[in-house]
């Protein structure tokens, strides 16, 4: 499968912004999907993932109650919905499909990975 996110931008503190990510070929709706976020100088970091189905989701303890993930599998398509944004939310933000059959919050864990788009929060 094959992953482009897009949807990042310049943002103020406070602000909101929602990344998007395309996925292709047939089997999007049996994949994990995650985003993860890698700021300057810093690992990668988990973010949010989400079922196949959608039905249930888990948030990084940063963005809790700030972020949202959803997924529209009739579109192909993972959401992150970011509100309330952070300088410290300043990052590339990456979508992820994972095959494993149990969720897994490394990136060690995600098969496919998008090119990464850039989310930057000026306070």
């Known amino acids: 499968v094959q992953l482009q996110a897009s949807g990042g931008g310049l943002v103020q503190a406070g602000g909101s912004l929602r990344l998007s990510c395309a996925a292709s070929?047939?089997?999007?709706?049996?994949?994990?999907m995650g985003w993860f976020r890698q700021a300057p100088g810093k690992e990668r970091e988990f973010v949010a993932d989400i079922t196949s189905s959608g039905r249930s989701t888990y948030y990084a303890d940063s963005v809790k109650g700030r972020f949202t993930i959803s997924r529209d599998n009739d579109k192909n398509t993972v959401y992150l919905q970011m509100n309330s944004l952070k300088p410290e939310d300043t990052a590339v933000y990456y979508c992820?499909?994972?095959?494993?059959?149990?969720?897994?919050?490394?990136?060690?864990?995600?098969?496919?990975w998008g090119q990464g788009t850039l989310v930057t929060v000026s306070s």
């Open positions: 992820a499909a994972s095959a494993s059959a149990g969720r897994v919050r490394a990136s060690s864990g995600y098969d496919y």
């Open positions: 070929g047939r089997s999007f709706r049996t994949y994990i």
